[in-house]
Structure formats: C-alpha cells, structure tokens
DNA sequence: GTCTATATAACGATAGAC
DNA sequence: GTCTATCGTTATATAGAC
C-alpha cells in the first residue's frame, strides 16, 4: 500500500468537513481549518472563495455521503419493515450527531440558501426515499392501509434527528437507543390475518 | 397599565435569552447581548461572571419556562392520548426551533456540564412525564400494553426536536406538522375490543 | 500554488473613573 | 452600578514574496 498523497484543496474540504460536524459553522474559522488541514492561509483562499466557499463544497460531500450511507440500508434486502429497522438501528456516531441535521442549528447556515441547499435536499430525498418504502409495505401487508406513508417518513426522520439530541443533552447513546425502539414498536407489522397481536415482536428488549 | 422598568440584570438575561435561541452560545457575543440590552460592559462582569455566567442563567430560565409550557398542556384536560395530542399540536415558533433542544447542538454548551445541565434535566423531565401518562393511558386500555412507556415518551420528545429540524431545512413548518401528524396515527388509540377504527375522541373518563 | 506578513474588525475580559 | 478606556487574542481576509 502506498500513502496517499491527498491535494491540498482535498485537506481543506475534509478538514472543514470534521470541523463543521464538531462545531457547525459559526464555531469553526478558518484558523482551524488550516491547522487541521496543514495548510496556509494562501491556500485556502487560492482555491476558494473564503469560509462559506469552503463551507459549501464541504456540506455538499458530506450531504452526499449521507445519501449514499442510507441508501446502502434503504435499498438493501429485507422487507419494508425490516429495511427501515436496519436504517434506525444502523450504527451511528450518535454523540457526534448528524453531520447535516445539526447544521440546520447554525444561523449563517440556514440564512443562506446556499448553504441550507444541500441540508434540505438530503433530509427531502430521505424523507421520500422511506415513504416510498413505507408504502411498499402497505402493499405487502407490512403496515397498516390507514397509514400516510410521507406522514409516517417524516416520523421516522424526526425520531432520528430528535434521537441525536436526546442523546446529546443526556450525554449517552442510550436515549437515541429507546427513542427508536419506540418507534419500532410502533411501526412493528402486527400480522394482517388475525395472528396474535403482540406489537414490536421483533423488537429483542422488553419482552 | 405602568410601564414596568426593568432591572439591567434582568434585561441582560432577557437578551441572552433572546440571543441564544437565534443564534446558539458559540454564535452570541457578549457585545450583541449588551447592544440588545441597553447595558454597557461593566454592568454585564459586574452582575454576573462573563459569558459563560450570564448564559447559565438565561438557559436555567428558558428551561423552566419550557417546563412550565409543556406541564400546562401535560396536566390539563382530557385522556392520555388527547393530552399528548394537545402536546404534539400545540403551537410553537416552529421555525425558530426548540430553544433549549438546539443548545444540544452547541459544542460549548455540550462540554461544559454546567451549561448542560439544565437541557438535560428538561428534556429528562419531559421524557419522564410523557412515560407516566403513556402509562396511564395503558391503564384505561388507550394504548396498547406491550409498549413501552419510557421508549413511547423518548420517540414522542424526538419526534418534536426532530421535527424543528426538518422544517428549519426546509424553511417551512409543514414539515414539523407532517411528523407530528405521523407519530400521532401510529398512537391513535384503536379500540380495544375490536370496533371500528375511528381515532380521537372517544374516550372512557373524563370527557 | 503555497507561504508569511499584514490589516481591520470583533471577541471576551479587565481597570478604573464617576 | 454603570460607564468608557483599554488589553491581548482571535476572526476573516488581502498582499505580496517565493
């Protein structure tokens, strides 16, 4: 294996990257991003535009990893239920939070539509991606007729960026944890024929 | 009506309070907190310890407010699910977003146990009260006995702080409303005996 | 392309006059 | 108690050498 030389316009954007994930955008200045990234001030601004250049192209991979991440769950096997399961109970850096839900907290990001762009089209593609699923499972028998699947997307979107907080004001993963069993409980198919109507049977805790 | 004269103390933790709903702890600065409050440097580090001093004091304040809120709708009127509904529907500066759920999104905040401390307690708080009711409402057959009052509670208080996610990436409201209403169809109390699925108002005690 | 030097403003706090 | 003056540091950006 060779060490990857990676290009300095490359540093920059990962380094911004971790930094917007740590500290959002108002926390993070450009000192920071130069020291992490081992770069000069001349750098920076000779292949960007400043801070919210930089910013942008960083968000934009990051939003784009994201996608990538739940569709690899998403569009993978199992039924409906048990897809949507797999995305809730992925691992996740919970105390870390969500790299893109977290920035719709920081003001100068959702002042501008440039910045926002990216945070809105992924959390709007994730939401449509599960309610797409969600009425696949509608068809199958899986879930309940009643149901409106883009009502019960954005649920599941909102318990798992609500899951974050929760985890991060109680300092522990487990909140995040409970919140989607809950969910998945509410969600767990209870068999269309009339079998025994036990909820959340394959939820493994709390029997 | 006097026109209340209000003390320089007070108007600086009005403007704290203020301030870090809009812009979060790492994006307020102590000049924009005296600029908003009428008050010079020296009344500031003279009533309090600085920064971090004075924003303890508006977050303890802006936690018990919001504890109060949500206990006057908590412990108001109707059964347990009309309760939560009550919660879930209330009105809210939606797009504004949660003032103490978005300081968990603060990386000062979050490493200082002090500045923590309140928002973990509320959101605690909260979590708790939702599970007694969800608990209660088992109880008179409203909700299903296989869940979990302490799961149900965390999903419900995600659901919300999620909710002002989606819809300050969005810039719209909706998209709190549509998470809102999913979670609620998934609650929806189906009657026990096997009668028709109706939701809302038909409830036992206490109408 | 990358670096250092520099500029202007803001940040967070202190000192001391009144 | 409140004010202004001041301090040392950082934020964000530009200039210009190499």
Chains 1, 2 share one sequence.
Do not use: N
Not at 57 to 67: C, G, K, N, V, Y
Not at 102 to 107: E, F, K, Q
Not at 174 to 183: K, M, S, Y
């Amino acid at each position: 294996m060779y060490s990857i030389r990676v290009s300095t316009p490359e540093r920059l954007i990962e380094a911004t990257r971790e930094l917007l994930w740590e500290r959002g955008y108002v926390g993070t200045s450009p000192k920071a991003i130069l020291q992490r990234a081992g770069a000069g001030q001349g750098s920076m601004y000779h292949h960007f535009t400043g801070k919210p250049g930089l910013a942008l192209a960083a968000i934009r991979r990051t939003a784009q990893e994201t996608r990538a991440a739940a569709e690899a769950v998403l569009g993978g096997p199992g039924s409906p239920y048990e897809r949507i399961e797999a995305y809730l109970r992925r691992e996740r850096d919970v105390l870390r939070g969500c790299p893109v839900g977290r920035l719709t907290m920081d003001p100068d990001v959702v002042a501008s539509d440039d910045l926002r762009a990216p945070v809105d089209e992924t959390l709007d593609w994730l939401r449509e991606r599960l309610a797409s699923i969600v009425e696949e499972g509608q068809e199958l028998g899986e879930f309940p007729p009643a149901l409106d699947g883009e009502e019960i997307a954005a649920t599941i979107v909102a318990t798992v960026q609500g899951g974050y907080v929760l985890a991060r004001a109680s300092g522990s993963a487990a909140a995040f944890d409970t919140g989607v069993r809950g969910l998945l409980s509410l969600l767990a198919p209870r068999s269309p024929a009339g079998d025994s109507p036990a909820r959340g049977s394959s939820t493994p805790t709390k029997a």
